[in-house]
């Protein structure tokens, strides 16, 4: 086949960036011919192989997009724009640039099917003018969000999105959100999940604790939870730990968050940034990894942080619900969540419980952690199996044949 991809984001920074990686990756394994049409602020180069035969960006913050890439959250791990605050006249320029892309590509490489991600204004764009094409969304849970927060935009979203043949969804939560937000027909909305890389995503040998090596990776935002997990670690006298803060973020929540990175002194290393190599790394010798995110689809960092032998703390996401599901159930220890308003802000009066439920919950999982017997390689490696971007692919593939 001959596969465009799309993508209104930049293509490697996100989870979703790291599934359409994998798209292309397993799309070229399987021989099929890719193009790839994405988004970069101005003189941001890629930092990986793009595995696409044709990449085309559409770059912002300069003119006509004279402003910064939108992003799908509203914070971002690199300088972005909110699609709440943007006006009617940067809208159109955004689509124009983008169909003008997207329609020049559509016609030097011919595609047989199209690929977007994101139940939101790109995919939309691209059905409304290409309706012969057959079209396949992945949608990642942010396009939910923003379909909830910019409801100026929806009827836009709405005109191409309600045409798509296909749509996939993280888990079977998410499916029943879109039938409820978008109104569209059940049968189209497939259930697909996402994957890891199981050959980057694996266990190695780690250094005995003490310290148990503590691990989160993800944008440092108030949306994953990030201070209320910082606050916890400060209050934790009965563990001997080390911290290790991966990802990035911007504007002032980036900024609360490292402030209080700091307030741990030695017992924190604030890496930034790092690529997928790096994060498998520090991953492979750590105990423990934290995730207390307030929304999320199909958290992939947790698949890559089991693989790699971490015990795993998370939120009750429905998401990580699916994976806790499929391992041995002393790998995975639940928080619940605090109430929330505006999707994922949490009520102020239960912020202090939700701080101790994490301190708590990294406790328990500490204490488990040190038992060498609790990780059984071959158990592990069976229950993740059906999570492995090939096999995630090959259900896929079926799909694309399937509207051909």
Known sequence: MRILHTISQHPEATGSGIYLQAMLRQSRAAHHASALVAAVNDNTLL?????????????FGRKPLDFPLPGMSDVMPYVSSRFCDLSLGQIHRYEEVF????????????PDIIHSHHLW??????????????????????????????????QRVLEGCSAVECILSLTPAQKEEIVSLYGLDRDKILVTGAGYNSSRFCLAEKAPPPPIEITYC???????????????LQSLNNVDFHFHLVGSGSGPEEQECLLLARSLTSKVTVHGS?????????????????LPSLYEGLPLVVLEA????CHVVTTELAGAQIIADAV??????????????????????????????????????????????SIDSLILGSSLAPFTWKNIFAAIEKHYYGLL
């Open 47 to 59: 930092t990986t192989h793009q595995r696409a035969d044709v990449v085309d960006l559409v770059s």
């Open 99 to 110: 169909l003008d892309t997207v329609a020049r590509r559509i016609d030097a490489f011919a």
């Open 121 to 154: 204004l790109l995919s939309s764009l691209i059905k409304k003018n290409f309706p012969h094409i057959p079209m396949v969304v992945s949608s990642h849970g942010s396009d939910l969000r923003q379909f909830r927060l910019c409801p100026h935009l929806c």
């Open 218 to 232: 993800g944008k440092l935002s108030r949306a994953k939870g990030v201070p209320w997990m910082l606050k916890a």
């Open 274 to 290: 790092l690529s997928q190599p790096a994060l498998a790394e520090i991953l492979q010798r750590s105990h423990l990894f934290v």
């Open 306 to 309: 089991l693989a790699c032998g």
């Open 328 to 373: 041995d159930s002393r790998l995975m220890t639940m928080i619940a969540l605090p109430r929330l308003h505006r999707i994922d802000h949490p009520v102020a009066e239960d912020e202090p419980a939700f701080v101790a439920a994490i301190a708590g919950a990294i406790e328990a999982a500490a204490r488990r952690s040190l038992d060498p017997r």
